[in-house]
């Protein structure tokens, strides 16, 4: 949090144009009005940018339209393999003599309205749901959802 006053002059918004002796000068894209955004995944910038991120994220979609947000928000955060190398006995847990890496394993996120808590992994981004007011929190068999479903491919037939 100490860090995030240095980002104040970001925004969603592009920058203004600049007039430099009457020669105007555009933006060069839209989305340099984030220009600056910390993109290393370094947890204090991860953090940054899910700060920034979800200050500007709109509020008025349907409940479906903010999962989708939600995750596309998360989506920002993942460690895609290879981008944090582990080395072998390293400080970070790099196991026995190999050099590993990490991943995101898994993405959660939850609609505290609905009680629904929606779950992405890895190996299947595919989202998976726990409605919450659909089971017996009262007890009873204990109920288990295995995460490792395969991903499921609509194909496309000529």
């Given at each position: ?24 000068l555009p933006p060069a894209s ?32 349907t409940t479906k339209q903010q ?38 394993e898994w993405t959660v996120a ?49």
């Open positions: 949090l100490a860090a995030a006053g240095n980002y104040a002059n970001l925004s969603a918004m592009p920058p203004a144009e600049l007039n430099v002796n009457g020669l105007k839209t989305g340099g009005g984030l220009h600056g955004l910390p993109g290393d995944f370094l947890s204090t910038s991860r953090f940054i940018r899910a700060l920034m991120l979800s200050q500007f994220a709109p509020t008025n979609l999962v989708g947000t939600a995750f596309r928000l998360l989506g920002q955060f993942d460690l895609p393999p290879g981008s944090i190398l582990l080395p072998p006995g390293g400080a970070f847990g790099g196991a026995g003599s190999t050099t590993t890496y990490e991943i995101t939850a609609d505290q309205k609905n009680l629904v808590y929606y779950i992405q992994t890895y190996d299947n981004p595919g989202l998976r749901s726990l409605n919450f007011d659909q089971l017996p929190l009262d007890g009873g068999a204990i109920k288990v959802m295995p995460l490792d479903q395969p991903v499921q491919v609509t194909v496309l037939k000529p």
